[in-house]
């Protein structure tokens, strides 16, 4: 019994690492990230949350986070963060990594999607340290949109970030609470060439690549 709880665990943590492996390139999650925006802006829930990203301080997109189960739970994938200059433009992005994990009776696979709207200078500061981990800082409030995302407005409107996340088509209310947000210096470097650190790409704005422009100019549609 424990050899084949073990090999389940094994064959569980595989799936995890395969599927939410990163991006063959940088410029490859940049695109990704591009198509998921607009997707994501589509429909009562992505206009609703059109309106907080022309007020947000920036915004996280992840275009393919995997979740599975079976006996071991754990999720992860890659994503990039832009951030708003004074002027109203958008930032070219830094890249990151997202994952948790969590052991329970568990049992199903999912792909989503995922939006996180910075509303406030402390939520981006958070997300600028190199580990932070989502609902674990008492003084960052983390609000989830999604289904019945009416309902939750009066908690969004205060909240310092803001999750929406897509299924298979479908808006859902998936807890981003657990997971790690850690920067990827390494893709940054590749894909700069000369990058410093996420502050200094998405704050600064000393870090700049052509191939992000598409993004930017998603952002600046959708939030500008």
Known sequence: MKKHLLACAILAAGLISATAARA???????????????????????????????????????PNIFRAGFMIGGEGGDCVMAARAAGGSWSSPAFYNM?????????????AKVLMLVMTNGGLNALLNSHFKIGADA???????????????????N?????????????GGISLSGS?????????LAYYGNAGDAREIVVEMKASNPGANPLRAMLTKFGG
Do not use: W
Request: negative net charge; charged residues 15%.
């Open 159 to 171: 909240a310092d970030i803001l999750t929406l996340s897509k299924s298979q088509g479908l808006y």
């Open 24 to 62: 063959d390139s940088p410029q490859e999650l940049v695109d990704s990230a591009t198509l998921t925006l607009e997707n994501m802006m589509e429909g009562t829930e992505g206009q609703q949350a059109q309106n907080f990203l022309h007020k947000a301080r920036a915004v996280v997109i992840c």
């Open 99 to 111: 994952g948790s994990g969590s052991f329970g009776l568990q049992i199903g696979v999912q792909d």
């Open 139 to 157: 003084g960052i409030s983390v609000a989830t949109l999604g289904a019945g995302v009416n309902g939750a407005m009066s908690t969004a409107v």
């Open 180 to 188: 790690v947000f850690s920067s990827d210096s390494n893709a940054d």
